[in-house]
């Protein structure tokens, strides 16, 4: 199979699973060891600068304050997934295109506290993950739908409009797809 890394995850009608259903997800890696992603349409009711202060990173004039911060998946809750535009210039990145990069590491919060990270970024905690062979298992079941990723779907539309607008760039709408599975 194809590696369908820098694609979305839609996730189908019939996914129940509280932490997918109605999700998102951007594919940030898909090999012989696994699938990662993050969800990209559910903000947490948490904000950069109440991150920043957790952290007690400097944050008061940060022109991004005000970002959400989102629920990347139901895996390492408890680690930030920083989702970026740019090059891998910190500590702990991983390169997914030519535009964007997945960075793990703390360095890349300090900069963005004082505007100096890069201009578009997704901050997640936790992440969703698969083993060797269950997201391709999960796309035969036609659990989810796969759409090639675009930037101002991750950086500029409001979160509750991403999934139908991937599901548009496919000329579907979600909410008129049958969660049945026909069956010849």
Same mark, same amino acid.
């Given at each position: 199979?194809?590696?369908? /890394?820098?694609?979305?995850?839609? =996730?189908?009608?019939? *996914?129940?699973? @509280? ?20 969800? +990209?349409?559910? @903000?947490?009711? !948490? ?21 959400? &911060?989102? /629920?990347?998946? @139901? ?6 997934? +920083? ?6 210039? $910190? ?14 590491? +703390? ?6 506290? +004082? ?7 997704? &901050? ?5 993950? $698969?083993?060797?062979?269950? !997201?391709?298992?999960? *796309?035969?079941?036609?659990? $989810? !739908?796969?759409?090639?990723? $675009?930037?101002? =779907? ?7 409009? /991403? *999934?139908? =607008?991937?599901?548009?760039? !496919?000329?579907?709408? *979600? ?10």
């Amino acid at each position: 199979m194809t590696s369908l /890394r820098d694609n979305f995850l839609l =996730a189908m009608p019939q *996914l129940s699973d @509280p932490h997918f259903s109605g999700s998102l997800t951007y594919l940030c890696e898909q090999g012989s060891k696994g699938a990662l992603g993050l969800i +990209v349409n559910k @903000p947490m009711e !948490l904000i950069f600068s109440e991150l920043m202060e957790q952290m007690q990173l400097p944050g008061e004039f940060c022109k991004q304050a005000h970002q959400p &911060i989102y /629920r990347g998946g @139901p895996v390492h809750t408890d680690r930030g997934f +920083v989702l970026h535009t740019g090059k891998a210039n $910190w500590k702990a990145s991983m390169p997914i295109s030519d535009q964007l990069t997945l960075t793990t590491s +703390v360095d890349i919060l300090e900069a963005l506290a +004082v505007d100096e990270g890069p201009e578009d970024f997704l &901050i997640a905690l936790g992440c969703a993950a $698969w083993e060797e062979g269950q !997201l391709e298992s999960e *796309l035969k079941d036609n659990t $989810w !739908l796969t759409c090639p990723a $675009w930037q101002q =779907a991750l950086f500029e539309l409001p979160a509750d409009q /991403r *999934l139908d =607008a991937a599901a548009s760039s !496919l000329g579907i709408q *979600l909410d008129l797809v049958s969660g049945q599975v026909g069956h010849a």
